[in-house]
């Protein structure tokens, strides 16, 4: 029999469960047992949900992210929140957000830990800190409490951990020490939780090494050598995880470890299975990625059945089947999905639609196809409707990408001359001060829009609505005195998901959450085919918004890439080709505010690292066609209007001659939280155009008081001239609220106006 099993399930429940509980707890509306007591129903719920499989994991449900888990398993906490409170959650949330309540004393608050993206996917985690002092201690009752609760409901179980190597690689060294000699300190501590995991009378841990489908240096290829090498003496069955990519020259490595199976991620690594299966002793197990935890698409199962057959005549029991990587990355539960298209609904699978493939294939293998065949054929008749559906396909949008010339992706002077241009039409003065876009979406204006779209509010009485927090958003830029302002996006429930609404092939979903990070959720809309702008999309509301006031007033856009990249992208044509549809698209939007007298526009890319090949050999690919999408959507204006873009945990050193290439007059990225070191990168690449390092990191409550925002402008201006640098927040404030963003944002004014005066 073919053994099937989860990598991990979504946490944040069918309706978003989790997230309203844990906001409630940080105002301390409802209790600390009172959350473990949701956290527990919902575990319950998703392995209800996950019954079919043979193994279920356990230790996937985290309350923020199972980086930071790990850390506080493996007692690596900031030297920052030792001390503060024996309540270890508090600390926890601490390290997460800065502080644990909203109504906590300041002396309680501490900086937030710095916070990236998980390997190439739009999951951010919080990352763990190293010295050379740093000390591991085991504390794994959480662990153990979960494994104990799943137990006691009967669940056949397989604990899931991030392997050490792979912790190491995520960390961040505060100093010039190396993290790979902390390995000897941690191997220890793996081992004493492995004795821990004994003592349950579980059989196989999942241990995650997605690093394997990185390239790696020989020291790091040693370390997991030595690693596996030391935990090999464990009686547990060690099952050695990867995903997101191809194993490459990390494929022999992977299946010589001592370990007792390994899985692949054979969606991303499918024409490296055979090879595995050369290398692979005969003792262990392959567990393969079939069902794609990445995307929404369902799974061509009669396709996929046809090449499995083989290999699971040559393998039997030594077979084991699973989704690519963790569930976490998909919605839950398509059947909430009432509203829908049915044709277009019936291409999707969400996460428990994916085990049922799961399930369903491996009954195909081990039972044959005649015992599902009623399925099979469902299956290959929406495989075969999505394939030729005239929905999917428009000649005319594929016409005009084949019309894109290098000339549309140019502006019409260098950045030295539209400098000067810009600069006598907007006279601003030194260290402008500007925000991202978003301010605080408060309960009124979700209302009001909630209202609309079901009808309870006329059209015209939510124009006037919108109109009214764009009035309240522009007299409070008025009140604190900024430089440029922004209209607050209040009518846009989402970055991507706003533009996408009003794009041609594009579905939406009611309840199609993931997680973002903690209490974050993104609802990505749908790509399902070709695509097109049928009218202007903000125009309306930045006119209104510039007629309000004489300062600059930015129009704000979502760019290209970071709609592609945040949204469920169709995967029957080239990413690159999808992408520049869009570009195209939000060109047109770029020129007609132009044309309505905008005269500053900001594109943001805050996913164009995201992006990124997890392999360095692949990323001058990949940044080719996403520069020249982006340069095709904002190159095609007057040398007087200037361009903007924002890129959020923008850790891009290592590619800063293409954001050069992006040729923005402007770009704002964040710096808060990586105390500028963000900015090193200019000590030696000599950028040439406008910076706004943020200084107000947005994804804390806490409030940055004008010293530490001077101390950050003092050194960023070591590295860029005070001429060209902005100072702003390094994210939107949509997910603020006002009395934390209003005291925030004059102290960044107040700043501004002292670095001026130190000039």
Not at 188 to 197: D, G
Request: charged residues 25%.
């Amino acid at each position: 029999m073919i053994t099937t099993h989860n990598l991990g399930f979504p946490r944040i429940g069918k309706k978003r469960e989790l997230k309203f509980a844990l906001e409630k707890y940080w105002k301390r509306d409802i209790t600390q047992n009172e959350l473990c007591d949701i956290a527990a129903t919902l575990r319950h719920e998703h392995w209800q949900n996950q019954e079919q499989l043979d193994l279920l994991p356990v230790g996937d449900f985290s309350f923020y992210d199972q980086v930071l888990d790990t850390s506080f398993m493996l007692g690596n906490l900031p030297e920052r929140v030792q001390n503060i409170t024996d309540n270890t959650l508090d600390n926890y949330f601490r390290v997460a957000r800065g502080r644990s309540s909203s109504n906590e004393s300041e002396c309680s608050c501490i900086q937030a830990g710095e916070m990236t993206k998980w390997f190439d996917t739009n999951y951010h985690y919080i990352v763990p800190e190293f010295d050379q002092n740093t000390q591991f201690s085991l504390d794994s009752s959480s662990l153990l409490e979960q494994i104990a609760e799943a137990q006691q409901q009967g669940h056949n179980i397989k604990p899931v951990i991030i392997g050490p190597v792979t912790y190491l690689w995520l960390g961040k060294a505060k100093d010039e020490s190396n993290k790979l000699d902390l390995l000897d300190k941690l191997l220890p501590v793996y081992a004493e939780l492995f004795s821990e995991l004994e003592k349950t009378g579980i059989e196989w841990l999942q241990i995650d090494e997605p690093v394997l489908v990185t390239e790696l240096s020989d020291a790091w290829q040693h370390a997991l050598r030595n690693a596996y090498h030391t935990l090999q003496s464990t009686p547990l069955k060690l099952l050695l995880t990867t995903y997101f990519g191809e194993l490459q020259e990390n494929l022999q490595l992977s299946c010589t470890l001592p370990v007792d199976g390994v899985h692949i991620d054979a969606i991303n690594g499918k024409d490296e299975v055979a090879k595995v299966i050369d290398w692979l002793p005969s003792h262990k197990i392959l567990s393969l990625g079939v069902i794609n935890g990445r995307n929404i698409w369902k799974t061509d199962l009669s396709d996929t059945v046809k090449w499995l057959k083989p290999i699971y005549e040559r393998l039997q029991d030594r077979l084991w089947l699973a989704p690519s990587c963790s569930l976490l990355h998909v919605p839950v539960d398509l059947d909430n999905e009432q509203k829908l298209d049915s044709e277009i609904k019936s291409w999707f699978a969400f996460a428990i639609q994916k085990l049922e493939e799961l399930a369903l294939l491996a009954s195909t293998l081990s039972e044959g196809e005649s015992s599902v065949e009623k399925q099979l054929a469902e299956n290959k008749a929406v495989i075969d409707s999505r394939k030729h559906s005239s929905r999917v396909h428009n000649q005319s949008v594929k016409s005009r990408v084949l019309e894109i010339t290098d000339e549309m992706g140019n502006r019409q002077s260098q950045y030295n001359e539209r400098a000067t241009i810009q600069r006598k039409k907007l006279n601003l003065p030194l260290y402008p001060t500007t925000t991202i876009g978003s301010f605080p979406q408060t309960l009124e204006i979700r209302k009001a829009r909630r209202d609309f779209r079901v009808g309870t509010l006329a059209e015209e009485q939510y124009r006037i609505a919108m109109q009214n927090e764009i009035k309240h958003c522009v007299n409070e830029q008025e009140t604190l005195g900024l430089d440029v302002f922004v209209h607050g996006e209040p009518e846009r429930n989402d970055m991507v998901e706003y533009f996408g609404e009003q794009l041609t092939g594009y579905a939406f979903t009611q309840f199609g959450w993931v997680q973002s990070y903690g209490s974050r959720c993104v609802k990505p809309p749908i790509i399902y085919g070709d695509i097109s702008r049928p009218e202007p999309m903000t125009v309306a509301w930045a006119h209104y918004a510039q007629s309000l006031t004489d300062k600059p007033m930015k129009g704000m856009l979502t760019g290209p890439v970071t709609i592609l990249n945040w949204s469920f992208v169709r995967d029957d044509q080239p990413r690159s080709e999808t992408c520049l549809q869009l570009a195209l698209a939000i060109r047109d939007e770029v020129l007609d505010l132009e044309k309505s007298g905008i005269t500053m526009i900001q594109i943001d890319e805050a996913a164009l690292r995201e992006g990124l090949p997890l392999r360095k050999s692949q990323w001058q690919s990949y940044l080719d066609w996403a520069i020249k999408s982006f340069r095709i959507t904002a190159n095609g204006v007057t040398d007087e209007t200037q361009i903007h873009t924002h890129m959020c945990y923008s850790e891009f050193n290592d590619i800063i001659a293409s954001i050069a290439d992006m040729d923005a007059d402007v770009i704002t990225i964040e710096t808060s939280r990586s105390d500028m070191e963000l900015l090193d990168v200019f000590d030696e690449f000599r950028y040439p155009n406008e910076i706004g390092p943020g200084v107000y990191d947005i994804h804390s409550p806490n409030i940055p008081s004008v010293k530490s925002i001077v101390d950050l402008m003092n050194k960023a201006k070591q590295r860029i001239p005070a001429e060209r640098l902005w100072v702003n927040p390094d994210c939107g404030l949509k997910t603020r609220h006002w009395d934390e963003v209003k005291p925030a944002l004059a102290n960044m004014v107040e700043a501004s106006e002292i670095l001026r005066q130190e000039r």
